[in-house]
């Protein structure tokens, strides 16, 4: 895991992933991911998305940094990364877009950040009935 800062203030955390259909672990897309902890769902550039055989099933509005809206579609994706296996919705963002890994996925997996020390973190599981 890298932890980058800038000015003091801001982290950035990157850490390595793999992307790929479910069940079909052979076709990956691996790459470093940003984590954006103000991003619910994950994004990969299209074409990687494509070429490891996720297709999309929908398309949904988010609403960008800038807070403008933008409509992408999404697929649903097995997701690796830290050892631990996860899936979900993943955006399929345009081709020159940095790989963002969103909270929903970090939290699946047990991981979070914080805010303090701009580490990750294992978070308590917890199953109530």
């Keep these: 895991m890298v932890v980058r800062r800038r000015g003091g203030r801001v982290g950035f955390i990157r850490i390595p992933v793999?992307?790929?259909?479910?069940?079909?672990?052979q076709d990956r897309y691996e790459a470093s991911f940003l984590i954006d902890t103000g991003a619910?769902?994950?994004?990969?550039?299209?074409?990687?998305?494509?070429?490891?055989?996720?297709?999309p099933i929908g398309r949904k509005?988010?609403?960008l940094a800038d807070g403008t809206?933008?409509?992408?579609?999404?697929?649903?994706?097995?997701?690796?990364f830290?050892?631990?296996?996860?899936?979900?919705?993943?955006?399929f963002g345009p081709d020159d877009a940095e790989p963002l890994l969103?909270?929903?996925?970090?939290e699946?997996?047990?991981?979070?950040?914080?805010p303090a020390t701009q580490t990750l973190?294992?978070?308590?599981h917890a199953l109530r009935l």
């Design 82 to 91: 830290l050892g631990a296996i996860t899936g979900g919705l993943v955006i």
């Design 108 to 114: 699946s997996a047990g991981l979070g950040v914080d």
């Design 40 to 55: 619910i769902d994950s994004m990969v550039p299209s074409s990687e998305l494509e070429k490891v055989g996720i297709e």
């Design 61 to 63: 509005t988010y609403e």
């Design 121 to 124: 973190r294992k978070l308590p």
């Design 18 to 25: 793999s992307v790929m259909a479910p069940g079909r672990s």
């Design 69 to 80: 809206y933008k409509e992408f579609p999404f697929g649903i994706a097995q997701i690796e």
């Design 102 to 106: 969103g909270v929903t996925a970090l």
